[in-house]
DNA sequence: TCGTGACTTTACCATTTGGTAAAAAAGCGG
DNA sequence: CCGCTTTTTTACCAAATGGTAAAGTCACGA
């Protein structure tokens, strides 16, 4: 009942695309699409060139799936706030789950920064389709979690966008918080806890 | 009394350079630096390849000159913050500033972070010698004033990391923002002020 | 106006890169 | 162990890319 067309991928083939996927993500997120090389991911992947294109028709399909696999899971922390839990609480909640995955998945987050920075131009459809009706929804919220007076009103769309930024930032610019911090900055939950609790507690 | 070894630049090699570096930042901040190419380097700025490596020793070169003009710049916006003045207008001058400077020089900014999220290979001795005195420095001005009481304590490095991360965004990220906000953002100095605002206001 | 140095162009190169063809080697059900 | 399919390797290729050599062309002061 689900196999009509596509025959069931053997054993070495579901191995050997996660290889390549996960060597891939390494060199695309470390180099951006176009300073990562086929031989590069080949070489990461422990396989020759001819192979890799074996079980992807190109450098770009590799890409792009990278893309969508990254988009299931990224937006997961945002469809996790709950509309029936304590407005605050369900916020901070978000900003943590977003941090750790910024944390936990660095390469993923380096890889979609690199894609937006240049223009998005392989994934303006997932963000349309995917993103965008998840951020207006989760907008409309917050809005309305400020319209009953229990977070204290900012623009909501402003608000999850710098959720974003400054979770993010931890990942992307590793490189330079490395310079000016002790690694790993520590502190980055509670200075984050902090900021949002003071924006968003309602009540002056 | 300054023209020692390196002879006046004539009127026609600076305004070539100009135009070489000019064009040169338009298609590194689009395409990152092994994105980009000499040909398109030397499309935009319309003049031959090799006419371009007359003026300039190689791709790197440009690329390095790029980073050097940037930083002379970049850093402007956190040195202006004046420490007899009020503190939390200070701090909102400079979101303000930073800002703005993300806003004028979008192609500036997407230099520096695609820089930065290749582990800034070209830039971190600038970093170093730069960027992590003034930062240092800042960061304790910024304390002084919240041990005076002039703040609300917060840890003055996450503090300029978050308004860096949230004023760049703006630049970085316009591919993402455009497709879930009316271009432009209008309203992020609104929303920036607030977030600062109930931050740092001291005293509950 | 003429020579000289500053600037440009034309014609190339060697390497790298994404990608292909086809032969060789594994797997594997019977 | 056989025959057929799946997987892997070897040997290539055309285009793109960073860069060079050397022959012009231009500008301008004497």
Same mark, same amino acid.
């Given at each position: 009942m689900d196999q009509p067309t596509p025959k069931k991928p053997s054993r070495i083939q579901q191995k050997n695309r996660k290889r390549i996927l996960e060597a891939a993500l390494d060199v695309f997120s470390q180099h951006g699409y176009r300073g990562a090389t086929l031989d590069q991911i080949a070489e990461a992947a422990g396989l020759s060139k001819p192979n890799i294109l074996y079980y992807f028709s190109g450098k770009e399909e590799i890409h792009v799936t990278l893309l969508n696999r990254l988009? =299931?899971?990224?937006?997961? /922390? $945002?469809?996790?706030?709950? /509309?029936?839990?304590? /407005? $605050?609480? =369900?916020? $901070?909640?978000?900003? !943590? !789950?977003? $941090?750790?995955?910024? !944390? =936990?998945f660095p390469r993923e987050s380096r890889l979609f920064a690199n894609e937006i920075l240049q223009g998005a131009p392989r994934m303006a459809p997932h963000l349309e389709s995917g993103l965008k009706p998840l951020f207006d929804r989760k907008c409309a919220l917050v809005r309305e979690w400020m319209d009953q007076g229990r977070l204290a009103p900012v623009d909501p769309g402003h608000l999850i966008v710098s959720i974003w930024a400054t979770t993010q930032h931890y990942a992307d610019f590793d490189a330079q918080l490395g310079v000016l911090m002790p690694p790993g900055a520590p502190g980055a939950e509670t200075f984050l806890e902090t900021l949002y609790t003071r924006l968003l507690t309602p009540g002056r």
């Open positions: 988009m =299931e899971t990224w937006l997961d /922390p $945002l469809d996790e706030m709950d /509309p029936n839990g304590d /407005p $605050l609480q =369900e916020m $901070l909640g978000y900003v !943590r !789950r977003k $941090l750790q995955m910024s !944390r =936990e």
